[in-house]
Structure formats: structure tokens, C-alpha cells
């Protein structure tokens, strides 16, 4: 099983629909995070979950709504959403619990594009 | 808050040459951080520099942290199509979560 992996790769939604991301790691790691990646611009940290809590929430509006039921996945429920964001969402996990060092493997991301 | 600039923001080059690609900040890194993305994928780390002046090499890849740990460059030698991604430099507090990723180097090499 490869280290993380999130679902679905690919979604579309309209701006009235309720959905939700679904990252996975198999790495035995302690923080997971989301972060959302827009053309031209640089990744954008979104939340940070260190051991089952969420320890950064970087002025994310309340339409993206996190959830880490437990160390080794990570959820990011999305509902009344604008086309603006539309983007690659990518999850990533490390090991330690913060660090400059600590190192983060992310996962593939999920392209998505908001009609 | 800490801003990291890439330069440049796009390259193509051919095969076999060399290049360099820069990571500036006005501020003091505590670590620094390299990755490379392709497409359809998530950055993979290729490095972490933490002691200014501090170079390290990777196959055709070398990375220098400057003596200020204010900037970083990454020089590639005798490039290969294998090399095309996105290259991403990152930075984060020590002790923290936070990463602030620079907005990239999208490089092309052509066979």
C-alpha cells in the first residue's frame, strides 16, 4: 500500500452540492495536513491535525470543514463552494509533531472544479 | 510573515544543459526545504538544508543554502527529460506546523 493516497482524483461539483475528500496514510504517522493549490500561486496550508487534534486552521472559510477520526485519516467535507475553489487539494502526513526538519509526504491530490 | 520568492518562474531548456533555479527571502530560514512535483502528482522532498553555507548533492542535483540562510539555489546538471516538474522550495518554523511553500520553478526539459 502505498504511503498516502486520497480520494476521489478527480471531482466536480456544483456550488449548492455537499461533498467530501478522503486522504489516507499508511505511514504510522502523528499530523496530517491539508493544503489547496492554485495555478500561479503557492500552496496554501489549510489545517494541520497533530494526533487526532487540530492545531492550525489557517482563516479557512467555515464551507470547508476538516475531520480526523483518527490518526491514519483525514476527511475535508466541502459544501456551498465557489468556482474560485476549484483547485488540487493535497494531503499530506509527517511523522513528528512539528519541526523544521519534519518531513511531509503528500498524496496525489484531488483536482477539484466548482461549476 | 515570511515570503519565499522562486526564480524563475518557468523554464524550458534542452537536454544535456545546465541550470539553476533560486529561492530568496528577506527573512532567516530555519530549515529550507526542496521539492520536486510532476504532473498529476504530490511534492516529493529532495532535500532539507539547515546550516548556512551548507551544500549537499543528490545525483545531477546540488543545493546550497546561503551563508545568511536567507536564500538556496538548486543547480542540476546535464539535464534530463525525467527532470521536468515543478520545483518547489518550503520553509517552516521550527517547532511549528506551518510550512510556507514558494510559488515554484515550473521547468521543461526537452529531449
Known amino acids: 500500500e502505498t504511503g498516502v493516497t486520497q480520494t476521489p482524483r478527480h471531482l466536480v461539483m456544483g456550488m449548492t452540492n455537499k461533498k467530501s475528500l478522503k486522504c489516507e496514510q499508511h505511514?504510522?504517522?502523528?499530523?496530517m495536513y491539508w493544503y489547496k493549490q492554485s495555478a500561479k500561486k503557492p500552496l496554501e496550508l489549510m489545517f494541520v491535525?497533530?494526533?487526532?487534534?487540530?492545531?492550525e486552521n489557517n482563516s479557512v472559510p467555515s464551507r470547508f470543514s476538516p475531520e480526523c477520526p483518527n490518526s491514519s485519516h483525514l476527511f475535508l467535507h466541502l459544501h456551498t463552494l465557489q468556482p474560485e475553489d476549484s483547485a488540487l487539494y493535497l494531503c499530506?502526513?509527517?511523522?513528528?509533531?512539528?519541526?523544521?526538519?519534519?518531513?511531509?509526504?503528500f498524496g496525489p491530490g484531488t483536482r477539484l472544479t466548482v461549476l | 510573515t515570511q515570503l519565499l520568492e522562486q526564480s524563475p518562474q518557468f523554464l524550458s531548456i534542452q537536454e544535456g544543459e545546465n541550470l539553476t533555479v533560486y529561492c530568496n527571502s528577506s527573512?532567516?530560514?530555519?530549515?529550507l526545504q526542496w521539492y520536486r512535483q510532476e504532473p498529476g502528482e504530490g511534492p516529493v522532498l529532495l532535500v532539507t538544508?539547515?546550516?548556512?553555507?551548507e551544500v549537499k548533492k543528490l545525483k545531477r542535483l546540488t543545493f546550497q543554502f546561503g551563508d545568511a540562510r536567507k536564500d538556496s539555489s538548486l543547480h542540476i546538471t546535464a539535464a534530463q527529460t525525467g527532470d521536468t516538474g515543478l520545483y518547489l522550495c518550503?520553509?517552516?518554523?521550527?517547532?511549528?506546523?506551518?510550512?510556507?511553500f514558494g510559488a515554484g520553478t515550473r521547468l521543461f526539459v526537452k529531449a
Open positions: 527573512s532567516v530560514f530555519s530549515s
Open positions: 499530506a502526513s509527517s511523522l513528528r509533531t512539528g519541526g523544521g526538519t519534519d518531513t511531509q509526504y
Open positions: 518550503a520553509s517552516r518554523n521550527t517547532g511549528g506546523f506551518k510550512t510556507i
Open positions: 505511514l504510522g504517522h502523528n499530523a
Open positions: 491535525y497533530s494526533l487526532e487534534e487540530r492545531v
Open positions: 538544508v539547515v546550516t548556512g553555507g
